[in-house]
Nanobody, 115 residues
Framework: QVQFVESGGGLVQPGGSLRLSCRASGSIASFYVAWYRQAPGKEREFVAR????????NYADSVNGRFTISRDNDENTVYLQMNNLKPEDTAVYYCKPPSTIVSSWGQGTQVTVES
């Protein structure tokens, strides 16, 4: 089974930027990958999704215009560029392919936005 590892999180001030990476242990060229996040005390929520050919990209309303999802199939990696970060973006961020590919969630990467 393909394994996914998220990285790139950290502590940033409001208005700052971070770039998250989701690296797979095998090829990701045949399926979509999505980013989700879970803030303390809240349900996990959808952030963005990109199809295998990058032709269709979807964003949650809360991040549209600030976040950009992209992928490099040759590097088996999906990225999430996050700009103009807000305190409400604080969460653990997870990447997730379809459940038919990987059914469990990874460790995620922590993003904290505060002054």
């Amino acid at each position: 089974q393909v394994q996914f590892v998220e990285s790139g999180g950290g502590l940033v001030q409001p208005g700052g930027s971070l770039r998250l990476s989701c690296r797979a242990s095998g090829s990701i060229a045949s399926f979509y990958v999505a980013w989700y996040r879970q803030a303390p005390g809240k349900e996990r929520e959808f952030v963005a999704r990109i199809t295998r050919d990058s032709l269709i990209i979807n964003y949650a309303d809360s991040v549209n215009g600030r976040f950009t999802i992209s992928r490099d199939n040759d590097e088996n990696t999906v990225y999430l560029q996050m700009n103009n970060l807000k305190p409400e973006d604080t969460a653990v961020y997870y990447c997730k392919p379809p459940s038919t590919i990987v059914s469990s969630w990874g460790q995620g990467t922590q993003v904290t936005v505060e002054s």
